[in-house]
Structure formats: C-alpha cells, structure tokens
C-alpha cells in the first residue's frame, strides 16, 4: 500500500465511516475509494485530499499528513537527472529491492543516509562559512 493508501484509511477509520459513507461525503464512487485504500490507484490531482479535508473538516495537523502522503506516493524519477553515471547500477538494484524492503530495512537505510547527509554537510560547510566570509 502506499503511505497514501494508508493515511487516508486511517482517518476515514477514525471517523468511523464506511467506505460508501465516505464517498458519499467526497463525491466520490465507493469503488474508487477502495481501489485507493488498496493502493491499487492513486489520485491523478488533489480534488480527493482537497473533498476529505473539506467533508470531514480536518485540523491543520491531518490536512497536512493527508497531503505530503500524496506527495510522498506519487513516482518519482529515479535515478534523477544529473547523476553520476557509476550510480545508475546502485539505483536500479535499489528500485528492484524496495518493494520487499521490511521497516527494519528502512530504518537501517534511514540511519546510513543521515550519516552520509550530516558527513556531505560537514564538507560543504567550510565553503558555506568561506563564501559568507568573502561576502
């Protein structure tokens, strides 16, 4: 499922509706609400997440969650455009294992990419303190 999927379950669940009872209030079809709770399809726009928030009158908190989980489910290039050619081989096994990564997988990846966040910081700080000096 998607983190989309999954947060929008979750808020319908916690206003106790049901599916049809939530469609009804977002002028959607009940099939198309559990298609997207499957994660089986995803909202081509904003119009549900703008419906849900508007139907069951979400705090600021919830509107928010509800819309970075859009973000976050949507594709995304991968590799992006401009890197470097020896990392295309990393990136398609790491597009080949994601879906059967476990949270103890992503919590290990999460830990080893903040090490190499805080070591590319550390390296682009004295150029950061060097150009604020010159300015």
């Given at each position: 499922m998607t983190p989309f999927a999954v947060q929008l379950r979750a808020i319908r669940t916690t206003f106790g509706l049901a599916q049809g009872e939530f469609a009804r209030r977002v002028g959607f079809r009940q099939n198309?609400?559990?298609a997207v709770e499957c994660g089986a399809k995803l909202p081509k726009d904003n119009s549900l997440v703008d419906r849900t928030i508007a139907a069951l009158e979400l705090d600021t908190a919830s509107a928010q969650a509800l819309?970075?989980?859009?973000?976050?489910?949507?594709?995304?290039d991968f590799p992006q455009q401009g890197t470097p050619a020896f990392a295309y081989a990393l990136c398609a096994r790491f597009f080949r294992m994601t879906p059967k990564f476990t949270q103890g997988d992503v919590k290990a990846l999460q830990e080893f990419l903040n090490v190499i966040d805080r070591t590319q910081r550390s390296t682009d700080l004295p150029e950061?303190?060097?150009a604020q000096k010159a300015a």
């Open positions: 198309y609400i559990s819309r970075e989980a859009l973000q976050l489910s949507r594709p995304h950061t303190q060097s």
